[in-house]
């Protein structure tokens, strides 16, 4: 028998939830004590890399590294040789099943993390091999910060200014001309209500971790024919485990929290029985456009809608690629898109984009998101063999 219960990176690679579960003979996870400066709040700015990733400084046992937030992660992660290069040994062997398959982790105990004002001692985190989601995303992932940040702290996140605040949770005053939105707990997960193009209200996770607007499990998506309905593109989708096919497609409307918005790029659930099974999943492409406070040791929220007009950000490309130091590795053309049309093919090599060498710090200057700009751009693609192709960018799905 399976024992399900969601330890890792609520992370998309091309936007679906890896859905890290741990099986059977998963040992209790202990509370961590909690040490704060009390009534003081602390203001840590974060970096939302790529537009869709919330990296922050933080301490692993003193040791001071990135990390990656995720409110759909029940437990802090490591990457292995991150746990193994600051001397954690010893740990429990566990495995971990991913969207793509299984692969060995380790449970490691009375670990202690800090964040701004925040101290958790004697706290469980989870190691695992973390490399191939690093590829996907562009940049090294040591440490995914997890649900004990949130449960612990009212934590107040404004896009507009990249700041994060962490407020006791006593006494905390819920911010004027915000939204109340009560969730429902669920295991590690917390559920906000939503409706998918006037369908009934279905349950959401709300998942810092994904990287995308909305994710629909297979089960939810293949009981309401309106899904089927919808033009659709091809790509793909993994993390843990491997990758493997989707469909994305765009939703004409989303309501949540009485705000309403239009033309949400959404991924459709491929792998039955998931962490969301016959429901959904929100994630940072929805949140990003509001401030949002979160008390979910109270199982609440809170929105406030900036003044920008609704941005959701979409692959108009067509390509899933891994970076490998000097180049992108094409893993999946999505048939029809632009990158199809432009005659790029698995297996190819991308050396160049838009004249700029691809390198490690490749998605940290301005061509970074070469893939989400407006449709009607022109990017030209060097391949290894020399050759230069002229991409256009579009909507495809």
Same mark, same amino acid.
């Given at each position: ?8 990176? $609520?992370?998309?690679?091309? /936007?679906?939830?890896? #859905?890290? *579960?741990?099986? =059977?003979?998963?040992? +209790?996870?202990? &509370? ?58 010893? $740990?429990?062997?566990?495995? /971990?099943?991913?969207? #793509?398959? *299984?692969?060995? =982790?380790?449970?490691? +105990?009375?670990? &202690? ?285």
């Amino acid at each position: 028998m399976k024992i399900h219960k969601r330890i890792g990176f $609520g992370i998309l690679l091309l /936007a679906a939830a890896m #859905g890290l *579960t741990a099986q =059977a003979a998963f040992p +209790q996870i202990a &509370t961590p004590t909690v040490t704060a400066v009390a009534d003081r709040s602390a203001v840590i700015s974060f970096e939302l890399y790529r537009g869709n990733r919330m990296f922050l400084k933080g301490r692993i046992n003193g040791v001071e590294t990135a990390m990656v937030l995720d409110s759909g992660a029940g437990v802090t992660t490591l990457d292995r040789d991150f746990a193994r290069k600051i001397g954690l040994k010893g $740990g429990q062997k566990i495995e /971990a099943q991913g969207t #793509g398959g *299984t692969q060995e =982790a380790e449970l490691f +105990q009375n670990v &202690t993390i800090e964040a701004g004002n925040l101290k958790l001692s004697e706290a469980t985190v989870v190691a695992i091999d973390l490399s191939q989601v690093a590829k996907g995303i562009g940049r090294p992932m040591p440490v995914i910060l997890g649900r004990e940040l949130f449960m612990n702290s009212v934590i107040g996140i404004d896009y507009d200014r990249n700041e994060m605040t962490l407020s006791p949770a006593n006494g905390f005053l819920a911010p004027a001309g915000a939204t109340e939105v009560k969730l429902k707990r669920e295991g590690t997960l917390h559920f906000i209500p939503i409706s998918i193009a006037g369908l009934p209200p279905v349950d959401a996770a709300f998942d810092l971790g994904n990287g995308g607007a909305i994710s629909v499990s297979k089960e939810y998506h293949e009981a309401h024919p309106l899904f089927a309905s919808l033009p659709f593109a091809i790509s793909m989708s993994g993390g843990v485990g491997g990758v493997h096919e989707m469909k994305r497609i765009t939703l004409p409307k989303v309501d949540m929290a009485g705000f309403s918005f239009a033309s949400v790029p959404a991924d459709l659930g491929a792998l039955p029985d998931g962490p969301y099974e016959d429901r959904a999943n929100v994630g940072i492409q929805m949140f990003r456009q509001f401030k949002v406070t979160l008390d979910l040791g109270h199982d609440r929220l809170w929105l406030q809608r900036n003044a920008k007009p609704a941005d959701f950000s979409r692959d108009r490309s067509g390509l899933f690629t891994l970076l490998e130091d000097d180049h992108f590795n094409v893993m999946h053309v999505s048939p029809g898109s632009p990158a199809d049309r432009a005659n790029l093919k698995k297996g190819d090599r991308l050396v160049g984009v838009g004249g700029v060498r691809v390198g490690p710090g490749f998605f940290d200057g301005p061509q970074g998101n070469w893939s989400r700009s407006a449709p009607g751009t022109n990017v030209q693609l060097t391949k290894s063999d020399g050759v230069t192709v002229t991409l256009t960018l579009a909507d495809y799905f």
